[in-house]
């Protein structure tokens, strides 16, 4: 069954005289307790793809032109600010690429915590003011009314109730981090980059959402720390009965994780199959041209081949298939018409015309 459900999506971004399409007419869903990984090169949309998911597009520049996001039968694209908040964090949550910048640095991370929980709890009370960490701490005597305590101490610390401070140390434990009270009381730049995104995990966990977006979480990490992260998310998704729609440009990665792997290139998902099928029977050129990118482990003589050219230029894309001028095994049809994202097999879609469409 369906979580969410995205049809037809199409984004553009408007600057001065061009128009650039960064999401065109995608179509994807996630299941419940899924976990799905969205990969392709940098400049593909698939960050676009995932703020839309929660009403974070810059509005200056950025327009949904058209489609659907359906979460739960409500159209999310339809929703105005006020009414996305009552989704934002408590059902769809998201972990950005750098934790550093967006954790705010003059709250101590018990506090950034008792934020999220309170938000979680209160929705309804809370729905109005809860925008931001001061927000949340200013307005004791609101939070006082559903018995969660937050007053002021000398030097602007804060202190926050014995039930929320313990509930935010079950949230650190859950991520795994050692001594989870000293934790609370540290500021985000006195954190390593791990630790850093295990809190930004907890956070987004302890609201209990049913979707998790991660926006390449593991970028900023190095080899070992990386490793560890994503093992976590693929455990948590299970403790905390969550769906995962992981952001990234490493297939390794996806390999290591996913259920099912989504294909971006040039704004559009050119495949979409589960992660067994994806690398044992990559159908794509695009797809196969990644993956023969990526070096095996093994001492041979066998060469990286790389994808040759480059990618189109957005703002005046090609007519047809826009892999066209890169591929292979371009046809003649290729050039005029643009493949339709059709399934091929079971669970395994691909937009390409070598497979008959």
């Known amino acids: 069954m369906s979580l969410i459900k995205v049809s037809g999506l199409t984004?553009?971004?408007?600057?001065?005289?061009?128009?650039l399409i960064a999401v065109n007419a995608v179509d994807l869903d996630i299941g419940e307790r899924e976990f799905l990984a969205v990969v392709g090169e940098s400049g593909c949309g698939k960050s676009t793809l995932a703020l839309s998911m929660i009403g974070l597009l810059p509005k200056a520049v950025a327009t949904i032109v058209g489609g659907s996001i359906i979460y739960k039968g409500t159209d999310l694209v339809k929703l105005n600010a006020k009414e996305l908040r009552k989704y934002r964090g408590t059902e769809i949550a998201m972990i950005f690429q750098e934790p550093l910048t967006s954790l705010n640095p003059v709250y101590r991370v018990g506090e950034q915590l008792a934020e999220a929980i309170v938000i979680r709890e209160n929705r309804a009370e809370l729905g109005e003011m809860a925008t931001s960490a001061s927000d949340v701490m200013q307005e004791t005597h609101r939070v006082d009314e559903?018995?969660?305590?937050?007053?002021?101490?000398?030097?602007?610390?804060?202190?926050?109730?014995?039930?929320?401070?313990?509930?935010a140390v079950e949230a650190l434990k859950l991520v795994r981090i050692a001594d989870p009270e000293q934790v609370l009381e540290r500021y985000p730049f006195e954190l390593?980059?791990?630790?850093?995104?295990?809190?930004?995990i907890a956070m987004a966990l302890s609201q209990r959402p049913k979707l998790l977006v991660a926006d390449e979480p593991t970028t900023a990490?190095?080899?070992?720390?990386?490793?560890?992260?994503?093992?976590?998310?693929?455990?948590?998704?299970?403790?905390?009965n969550t769906s995962i729609m992981l952001i990234t440009h490493d297939l390794a990665v996806a390999s290591q994780v996913a259920d099912r792997v989504v294909v971006m290139y040039a704004a559009e998902v050119v495949e979409d199959s589960d992660v067994f099928s994806l690398f044992s029977?990559?159908?794509?050129?695009?797809?196969?041209?990644?993956?023969?990118?990526?070096p095996t482990g093994s001492k041979d003589d066998t060469k990286l081949m790389p994808i040759p050219g480059s990618v189109p230029d957005l703002v005046n894309p090609p007519v047809g298939c826009r892999y066209a001028a890169r591929c292979p095994y371009v046809m003649d049809v290729c050039r005029t018409r643009e493949p339709p994202l059709v399934e091929v097999k079971p669970r395994h879609k691909v937009a390409c015309f070598l497979y008959g469409q």
Request: net charge positive.
């Open 11 to 19: 984004i553009a971004y408007e600057f001065r005289q061009s128009k």
């Open 146 to 167: 559903v018995n969660v305590k937050v007053s002021r101490l000398p030097r602007g610390k804060k202190r926050i109730s014995s039930d929320l401070k313990a509930e």
């Open 192 to 200: 390593s980059g791990g630790m850093r995104q295990r809190v930004m």
């Open 221 to 240: 990490l190095d080899v070992t720390t990386q490793a560890q992260v994503l093992k976590l998310m693929k455990e948590l998704m299970t403790k905390v």
């Open 281 to 294: 029977e990559p159908m794509h050129p695009y797809t196969k041209g990644l993956l023969s990118c990526i």
